[in-house]
């Protein structure tokens, strides 16, 4: 059968340049574990010994034994012909006991050292995607990138390290074994197990091709369920209030069915491309009988040798068909450890400047406010999203230390997008910006992320309890800076209502919580982590009036002091702040304080007469 050849697919954001070289990354990380595979690798040798043996003992006990009585009774009395058959057969249990301690011993040492090993890949994939730039996150959804890590292409190595790490060394020598010892029964007999053997090689190779294309094709389907159905499992609170269930359900259905017909085509040509290599066994070992009967009675074969090669050849093509078994079981191994790669080999798109060279935030910060050096400048900034017009045109500004800014115009107009940019979430692509006299691509990106307080319009609540959803930003905050992050955010006011107050555990994405509690929880985190600067998102959104202008209250004396970067909808949340600036399609076009901007015609102007 011809290999079906791929028709060739647009390249996907996580799509390499080239296929991971299967053996070289599987041992870079096995690597660390050599001893532990080393000695599994030693037991599952002295097993496959041990039962490679096995047909030469029966030859024994046969030839040497029973029919040693049967043709020359004379020469060797039953009782001595009986002990030596009882030798032999215990013998032939004492390897069946070794092979099976032997077995064992290497493989809970194994079984061990894998979970291990998976454990580190998945940490691994699990640092290197939090890592991984916006842009990257804007093209793969997390349902697609749990898939690569608890899904089929995780598990598919994982069978093949489980089987592979015993059965390759083991299946091996065995082979070795019974290839010497059938070689010693019968040259002829031999040579025709031996073609048999490498047509079954051939078939097998052919079908691994097969098998592994398929294998790619079904992760492929299984991946883009999962983006869609964890997407839809995030989003059943809304699914219930557009009372779409029944709509949702038909999708789900036909997209799970896509599983299911790759799953069944897949199965089945498994099965199928298995029983090639098993039909030509059976033909090989029907000639092996017929020669062996040949033997027996025209060339003087004696029978337990007969039984001996009919055993060896078991041992030939058991280890064979086990073999080539476990080269279905690579193919699937190797699509989903290349799957796997393909986003560890994504490039984090956002670097982190070495360490050497790094400038740390705070010094930088004093000097330029010593020296009066503006706190942040954008200069001729170009930046656009992936496949999108470019937003931002040399776009330049400057902002002195210890200003309130607002950011204010219609969506899209590249708002949220300024903050992003500031916060190195992305990178521009021309132009430069500066914190504190330095380029932003000079500072860790850890510390420099850091050293803003930000609350956003949609805060990311985490299950767990309130205290520890606040302790997120400072795990080891003492209970006294907890405390007043709470009253300071007036989270304290709604623990009250609640049986087990800051202990009180939150469901996913915070859904037993109202939108203003998960605002509060996202200002007390901002309060808790003491940082720099501040950027506020919209952040009294979710609140009533009165709560609205008791936490403004509170947010006013955290700004004293602290350069603030205020991103609003509602003008009015924006009076006090010591300058604002207007953005319209990428462009700042206006810049001035409240007082300034409403006597002038404009887009701030226009915002204004559209709220009222």
């Known amino acids: ?13 996580t799509t390499a340049e080239a296929e991971t070289p299967f053996w070289a990354t599987l041992l870079s990380f096995v ?25 030469l003992i029966i030859k024994w006990i046969v030839d040497d034994g029973i029919l040693r009585k049967l043709h020359d009774g004379s020469h060797a009395p039953a009782g001595q012909c009986l002990k030596y058959v009882a030798f032999f057969t215990g013998l ?22 894998i979970e291990q090993l998976l454990c580190d890949l998945r940490s691994q994939f699990f640092r290197h995607a939090q890592h991984l730039s916006f842009r990257f996150h804007d093209r793969v959804s997390s349902g697609e990138l749990f898939n690569y890590i608890m899904g089929s292409p995780l598990t598919a190595l994982k069978t093949f390290l489980h089987q592979g790490a015993l059965w390759i060394p083991s299946q091996i020598v065995t ?12 040259a ?13 090689v051939y078939v097998n190779n052919r079908s691994r091709f097969i098998i592994r294309e398929l294998t790619s094709d079904f992760m492929e389907t299984e991946s883009s369920v999962s983006k869609y159905v964890a997407d839809m499992l995030q989003g059943s609170r809304a699914i219930k209030m557009y009372a779409i269930e029944d709509s949702i359900s038909g999708s789900f259905e036909s997209y799970v069915d896509r599983i299911r017909v790759q799953g069944v085509r897949l199965a089945y040509r498994q099965q199928l491309e298995g029983i090639k290599p098993e039909f030509l066994q059976y033909v090989g070992m029907a000639l092996i009988y017929g020669t062996g009967a040949y033997f027996c009675l025209y060339r003087e074969m004696q029978i337990g040798t007969f039984f001996a090669f009919i055993s060896s050849v078991q041992l030939l093509m058991g280890p064979l068909m086990s073999l080539l078994q476990l080269n279905l079981v690579r193919a699937n191994a190797e699509a989903g450890l290349n799957r796997i790669m393909r986003i560890m080999h994504s490039e984090q798109g956002i670097a982190d400047p070495p360490a050497i060279s790094r400038v740390n935030v705070a010094p930088q910060a004093a000097h330029a406010r010593a020296a009066k050096i503006p706190c942040v400048e954008f200069v001729n900034v170009c930046f656009s999203y992936d496949k999108k017009p470019a937003l931002f045109k040399d776009m330049s500004c400057r902002i002195e230390d210890g200003q309130s800014i607002a950011l204010v115009g219609p969506s899209g107009s590249g708002k949220s997008t300024f903050a992003m940019l500031l916060m190195r979430l992305y990178d521009p692509q021309t132009g430069r910006i500066l914190l504190n006299g330095i380029e932003l691509n000079r500072y860790g990106l850890q510390e420099l992320r850091a050293s803003f307080g930000v609350v956003p319009q949609a805060p990311f609540i985490f299950q767990g309890t309130i205290l520890n959803n606040i302790k997120v930003v400072k795990p080891l905050a003492s209970d006294a800076e907890v405390k007043r992050a709470m009253e ?6 709604f623990l009250r209502d609640l049986p087990d107050g800051e202990q009180t555990y939150i469901g996913e994405s915070g859904f037993n919580l109202s939108g203003g509690q998960r605002q509060r929880i996202a200002i007390a985190r901002a309060v808790l982590s003491a940082p720099r600067y501040y950027l506020f998102d919209e952040a009294t959104s979710a609140l009533d009036n009165q709560s609205e202008r008791r936490i403004q209250a509170a947010m006013d004396e955290l700004m004293k002091g602290h350069t603030t970067f205020v991103i609003a909808h509602r003008l009015s949340t924006v009076r006090h702040v010591d300058r604002i600036l207007v953005f319209e399609h990428g462009r700042i076009v206006q810049d001035g304080n409240y007082a300034q901007l409403t006597q002038q015609e404009g887009t701030f102007q226009t915002l204004l007469n559209s709220a009222l």
């Open 188 to 200: 002829a007999m031999t040579l025709i197990s031996l073609a048999m053997a490498a047509a079954v």
């Open 92 to 113: 032939f249990l004492l390897s069946s006991v070794l092979r099976i301690v032997f077995w064992m011993i290497g493989y809970r040492r194994l079984i061990a050292v």
């Open 1 to 13: 059968m011809k290999i079906r050849k791929k028709t060739k697919k647009p390249a996907s954001p």
């Open 31 to 55: 690597k660390p574990y050599r001893g532990t595979f080393a000695l599994a690798s030693c037991m599952a040798v002295l097993a496959g010994t041990a039962v490679a043996l096995q047909p």
């Open 175 to 186: 082979w070795i074994v019974a290839v010497i010892m059938l070689l010693r029964f019968n």
């Open 488 to 493: 300071i955010a007036f989270v304290t006011e």
